[in-house]
């Protein structure tokens, strides 16, 4: 009861005609930061804020205009995903695999459509979720000591080889050099430096960003042009749009699970988006099984991503609004913006500040119908941005991202790294080593090694601390069986498979 | 023709200040100030308020533009005010005591703090030792009994690298009430206070150390008990109610105060006018609002100490990073 006051208060806020001005003006900026490469939701929203301070904005009026750039980025992400291969931010990582496939078959505008509305639906799930359980929520998170965290993130390598899983091998040597990349810089927990030869511009560790624009943007600049000289490359062209409600339909049990999923991943601090969908795409992989077509053009793996990424956005908002902690880098730069507002995030932001709280979260459920609105009709103007034939788009997507780059460090070095990243990607792919779970391994490794030497530090060194708690145990069970199944289970299915067929046959 | 207004327009701006200005030296056309970090940290916080407060004290002739400049904890910026801005008397960076722990522990290679000018402070932030509300703990005495029987018996949660400002505060704290071994002494980093805080909230970790601001959130909420603030008089307004070390006989104090430095080689006229810039922002009612909007706390040394201030510290942080075998 007390929450629909709340929230009735929220609405009020929310649609008030400047705030829903500035709502719709970040769902669009949003969308095309997003779709463009290198530009993700925490760049997106870091360029913005100085606007927000310049338009001099009230608190509320700034962060709803943000939080509308942060899901906007969120949708935007497939639109470059789907077209050309290249995810707009990190978590559109996942859309790649299925998305591209499916714009290759011809079915371009089925992928954006199917990834607008399970993007909707996820982050549709975790909104109410944000409403129903944000004060429970963040007693929740709470629990999480380093050796919960350590057996979660414990869990997502586990599961990693079912993303690319055609050669485990490879899969794992793709983990271990994003790990091995992930120790250079400051040690943390020591702090001493880890492979930095005195080089200033290491000592902060590899930016996420850079890799990831490296890897993806310039590689794929790198394979166009070898392409190019020889035989040439198809273009893929945006078909009219024939989606039937059936096809919607069938992909509703998918937005749903990975809008759950995502929402839980997001809640937890330090877990975020890219975790959100890449774990939704396993599990949709695992739970669809030998039915689906996953990796070349399957719409669930369409949906499932995107759901999660979405679900898992809304999800960051819980521990940030509710605890003061970010759940993702963007959050992050969100309470950055909250401090300097002379806004204290903390426990008590939600009775000290309840008109903007509530005022962000309504303008949450508010800025996704915007955003479905804005993506269906408006495909097309997004798609004619990143259709222009590659030869013009990619240089200018290029120069985007070196620009983009460039705006957040004003450093040169970078570049020059992000290039080195490029040639990296641009060999890894020649070898067929994926390149997910590098910046997986990237993402993932400095968090879980911190965790387990915290873990260390509180028992003295008793291992036993990793499986002391209820929840350890869970995280850990679940872990050995994302391992273990597709090794047991797989073989039994192939067999019992075959011996259907030449029972059949 | 442009030249002859801008001449007279300069003659008529030194006129309207006061006398004693009136040969010295004056920022003409853009300042810059430069945050070694991204947007959203407390070095962008500093380059963006004083600038805005420089502006309306028209101590500045146009804008403060502030250049983010990220890298090695502000090392990246540091050694490109060393290196390529060498005489620019129109420039500050923002600095710390984050600058100054760095510089300590050597972790700007090749550089020390003699290669700048540090021109003043414009207010700190003062470090906190907490425990949630669950603690057995109830003052920093009691902890610090713990800790003098087992030296791993408490464990702290912080912001900072190993090392770093908040692991640091925990050893001036541990040192001054008499602790032994204080590299045994444990001390958890995490990415943020915020991280940390939740950890100790939570139950996993037994206390935090950090800065008062950061605590401000979950201590009016009730989750955490600050047993003591690192400053030399007790804070101002809400938190006056917060014991000091001092008073609990243990003598510890930890500013992380919030001021500028800036290139080296520049004329003794344009750095007194910065150091007499940041006086005057530092006397102003604008700066006192921005200073209570953000819970900073007062701390301004005279300009002719702050360098030697600076120095001290760097001083004795290099002691205690050698005591607990972080630097040789």
Same mark, same amino acid.
């Given at each position: ?18 705030? %829903? ?9 949003? &969308? $095309?930061?997003? @779709?463009?490469? +290198? =530009?993700?939701? #925490? ?116 599961? %990693? ?9 490879? &899969? $794992?040597?793709? @983990?271990?050099? +994003? =790990?091995?990349? #992930? ?16 080089v200033l511009e290491l000592y902060e560790g590899v930016d996420f960003i850079i890799a990831i624009v490296g890897l993806f943007a310039v590689s794929e600049l790198l394979f166009f042009i070898e392409e190019k000289a020889g035989a040439g490359r198809e273009m893929i062209k945006v078909n009219p ?265 | ?152 018996a408490v464990k702290f949660a912080g912001g900072s690298a190993n090392g770093g400002w908040d692991h640091l505060k925990v050893l001036i704290a541990a040192k001054a009430a008499g602790v032994e071994n204080l590299p045994r002494i444990p001390y958890l980093s995490y990415n943020n206070g915020g ?134």
């Open positions: 009861m007390e929450t629909l006051h709340y929230l009735s208060l929220g609405f009020g806020v929310a649609l008030q005609p400047e705030n %829903l001005m500035f709502a719709l003006m970040g769902c669009f900026i949003g &969308t $095309l930061i997003g @779709a463009l490469p +290198g =530009l993700g939701p #925490a760049n997106g929203v870091a360029i913005l804020i100085p606007l927000a301070f310049t338009l001099g904005l009230k608190p509320e009026t700034a962060l709803i205009m943000l939080t509308a750039v942060y899901a906007g980025a969120m949708y935007g992400g497939r639109i470059s995903s789907i077209l050309l291969n290249i995810p707009g931010d990190e978590p559109a990582m996942m859309t790649c695999l299925d998305g591209y496939p499916m714009a290759r078959k011809g079915k371009a505008a089925e992928a954006l459509a199917i990834s607008a509305i399970a993007s909707f639906m996820g982050s549709l799930i975790a909104t109410i979720g944000l409403i129903l359980l944000a004060p429970l929520l963040a007693r929740f998170a709470l629990t999480f000591g380093p050796a919960e965290y350590f057996a979660l993130f414990v869990l997502a390598f586990a599961t %990693l080889g079912g993303i690319t899983g055609k050669n485990p091998m490879k &899969t $794992l040597m793709a @983990a271990a050099i +994003g =790990l091995i990349i #992930a120790t250079v810089g400051i040690d943390l927990s020591t702090g001493t430096q880890r492979y930095t030869f005195n749009l024939k989606l039937k409600w059936r096809e919607i339909l069938s992909i509703f049990p998918t937005t749903i699970r990975g809008g759950v999923i995502g929402f839980i991943a997001g809640v937890l601090p330090g877990a975020g988006a890219s975790l959100g969908s890449f774990i939704t795409y396993t599990l949709e992989k695992k739970i669809v099984g030998k039915d689906g077509y996953f990796g070349e053009g399957d719409p669930r793996g369409v949906a499932a991503p995107e759901a999660g990424n979405n679900g898992a956005s809304s999800g960051a908002l819980v521990p940030m609004l509710t605890l003061g902690v970010p759940g993702s880098g963007t959050t992050a730069v969100l309470l950055a913006m909250l401090v300097s507002l002379n806004i204290t995030p903390g426990p008590l932001m939600f009775t000290q500040n309840a008109e903007l709280v509530w005022g962000v979260i309504a303008a949450l459920l508010v800025g996704n119908f915007m955003l479905l609105l804005l993506n269906i009709p408006l495909v097309g103007v997004f798609v004619k941005i990143l259709s222009v034939p590659p030869m013009y788009l990619l240089p200018i997507v290029t120069m985007v991202a070196f620009v983009g780059i460039y705006s957040i460090s004003h450093s040169t070095f970078d570049l020059y790294f992000m290039i080195a990243f490029g040639v990296g990607g641009y060999i890894l792919r020649k070898l067929e080593i994926p390149l997910v779970p590098v910046i997986l391994g990237l993402l993932l490794g400095p968090e879980m090694e911190k965790n387990l030497r915290h873990a260390m530090q509180i028992s003295d060194g008793d291992w036993s601390i990793l499986w002391s708690s209820g929840l350890s145990i869970g995280l850990w069970l679940v872990a050995i069986i994302g391992l273990l199944l597709p090794v047991i289970v797989g073989p039994i299915l192939r067999r019992r498979m075959q011996a259907a067929k030449s029972k059949v046959g | 023709m442009f030249a002859a207004r801008t001449i007279k327009w300069v003659a008529a701006a030194a006129l309207a200040l006061t006398a004693s200005s009136a040969m010295a030296f004056e920022p003409s056309g853009k300042v810059e100030c430069i945050a070694p970090s991204d947007p959203g940290g407390g070095w962008d916080f500093t380059c963006r308020s004083v600038g805005n407060v420089l502006e309306e004290l028209e101590l500045v002739p146009a804008s403060v533009q502030t250049i983010n400049m990220a890298g090695a904890g502000g090392g990246v910026a540091y050694a490109h005010t060393v290196s390529k801005r060498k005489g620019d008397d129109q420039l500050l960076v923002a600095a710390s005591t984050a600058t100054t722990t760095r510089l300590a522990q050597n972790q700007f290679p090749g550089m020390n703090a003699d290669m700048v000018n540090w021109i003043g402070a414009v207010g700190a932030d003062y470090g906190v030792i907490a425990v949630s509300k669950d603690s057995p703990y109830h003052d920093l005495n009691e902890l610090m009994d713990a800790m003098k029987k087992d030296p791993r991280e940390a805080m939740t950890q100790v909230i939570g139950g996993h970790v037994d206390a935090f150390t950090g800065d008062i601001t950061e605590t401000q959130g979950f201590l009016k909420s009730g989750d955490l008990r600050v047993l003591a603030v690192l400053s030399d008089e007790r804070l101002p307004g809400d938190l006056s109610n917060i014991p000091t070390a001092k008073e609990q006989g243990i003598d510890a104090v930890g500013p992380n105060w919030r001021g500028f430095y800036m290139p080296a080689d520049i004329d003794d006229d344009a750095k007194k006018y910065w150091v007499d810039a940041v006086d005057k922002l530092y006397a102003s009612d604008q700066w006192k609002k921005v200073m209570k909007s953000n819970g900073l706390m007062p701390f301004h040394p005279d300009s002719s100490e702050f360098e030697a201030f600076v120095k001290q510290q760097i001083q004795d942080i290099q002691a205690l990073s050698k005591e607990i075998g972080l630097i040789q």
